[in-house]
C-alpha cells in the first residue's frame, strides 16, 4: 500500500475530511502528519513523506490482543497508548488487517459523536 491508497480509503469514510494540524512545529516529521477527521475527531493519522506507520485509535483490549501478536503493532506514537496504536506498514501485519483496523477506528469515534453529529453523516 502507498500513500494515496491509504489516503484515498480513509476519505471513502462517510464525513471525513484530512488536514496537516502541525505546519509550524520545529519537527519535521511531525510537519508531515497527515490526520484524518470526522466532525472534528481524529480516527487515524499518517506522515506522508515518510509513511512508516499509521496511528489509529482502538479498543483497549484489541490493543493489547494485537501488540501481543504483532511485531508491527505498538502502543500509540505521542497518543494515549491506551487508546491508540501504531500500526507499521510492510511488517507482519496485512494491507487488508491494517484498512480493517481503520475502518474500526473510524466507528469507535463515530460512536462518540453525538446523536446530531452521526445523524449528520
Not at 87 to 111: G, P, R
Amino acid at each position: 500500500m502507498n500513500i494515496e491508497e491509504f489516503r484515498n480509503y480513509c476519505l471513502s469514510f462517510k464525513g471525513v475530511r484530512e488536514k496537516m494540524p502541525f505546519p509550524h512545529v520545529s519537527d519535521k516529521y511531525s510537519r508531515e502528519i497527515l490526520c484524518f477527521y470526522v466532525c472534528d475527531k481524529w480516527f487515524c493519522f499518517v506522515n506522508i513523506e515518510v509513511f512508516d506507520f499509521c496511528c489509529i485509535k482502538c479498543s483497549p483490549s484489541e490493543s493489547e490482543e494485537l501488540q501481543d501478536n504483532y511485531a508491527g503493532v505498538k502502543p500509540g506514537w505521542h497518543m494515549n497508548k491506551k487508546h491508540w496504536i501504531s500500526v507499521y506498514f510492510n511488517q507482519d501485519i496485512t494491507d487488508q488487517q491494517i484498512k480493517a483496523l481503520v475502518k474500526k477506528s473510524y466507528e469507535l469515534v463515530v460512536k462518540t459523536l453525538t446523536r446530531n453529529e452521526q445523524q449528520m453523516l
